[in-house]
């Protein structure tokens, strides 16, 4: 078994274009019913924490894996990541463990990917971005948001570090940078709104101050974006169906509408996307995503002999 812990994943140094290129084609897969990726069964072992199973197999690509992956708020406190994995990848022909990789930087990496994903398939100009939450996935998702969006001239935070604005200023210094007084003031005529956060924000914001074509991006699911932002969405669309149906009407969703259509729809095709109104698209984080990377990965890694191998089993 091959083990790729974080220093030997970022050792392979993939770059954005490429991680987004194959979680494209996970979609494409997708469109053509040959995924077979199951919602997520959760256990909730503490108050404010998470542990998800997360399956799939990729028919295209003839991958086989497992995420299983916590999130535990308190962590915060003591120093520690919120997000802890580990993904299993088998052998598709006899079921053998082939790879055990660090969970938890597939999770920070494919989570913006699938963004990434995103910014290709919805039409629009990004002039104004604004971020609601900058840890890690904030970060990230800046880094997948400049790729995809070169032309964005400003850049607008709410983050409850005061040296959020000085480290967005050393990611794009050549961008002008912002810190907001609110949530509703971070995103107030913004192009693109990512939220990511892990602590709910109290009023949900509704959107409304938005640019009237934004594209809107809720990482954390409904931690942050109300109910209204999605009904009144000129598309709502999710990356997952069968997901979201396991997890509609809980309090996440509360009041949330039925999708009008999932990504694997958009990025063939199937469903156009209208180039006006705010569109928003919730992207939920499914096994696929994991799986898709981590294939990239054990092809890098296997060229360039990076990860230590052990016997195992």
Known sequence: MLVLGRAALESLELTWPRIID????????????????????KVAPRKGAFANAMPAYLGGSDALGIKWVTGFESNHAHGLPYIFGTVIVNDPENGRPIALLDGGW????????????????????????????????????????????????????????????????????????????????????????????????????DCRNTAADALLLPVDYGDAMGAVAAQEAAVFAVDDLGQYASVAGVSHFHDFPDPD????????????VPD?????????????????LASLVLRVASERGVGERIEFP
Do not use: W
């Open 261 to 272: 259509t999932d990504l694997a729809a958009i990025v063939t095709g199937a469903a156009q």
């Open 106 to 205: 597939v999770t920070e990496m494919r989570t913006p990917g699938v963004s990434g994903v995103t910014m290709r398939h919805v039409p629009g100009r990004v002039g104004r971005l604004a971020l609601i939450g900058y840890g890690v996935q904030g970060r990230r998702h800046l880094e997948v948001a400049l790729t995809e969006h070169p032309e964005i001239e400003e850049i607008v935070v709410h983050d409850h570090h005061p040296e959020a604005v000085q480290a967005i200023h050393d990611a794009a210094p050549d961008r002008a940078v912002r810190a907001a007084t609110s949530p509703p003031d971070c995103v107030d005529g913004a192009d693109l709104v990512i939220t990511t956060v892990s602590v709910p924000v109290e009023p949900r914001i």
């Open 22 to 41: 194959v979680l494209e084609d996970a979609f494409r897969q997708k469109a053509e019913g040959l995924v077979q990726n199951p919602p997520k069964p």
């Open 276 to 292: 006006q109104g705010r569109r928003m698209v919730l992207n939920m984080g499914i096994a696929m995503d994991d799986i898709a």
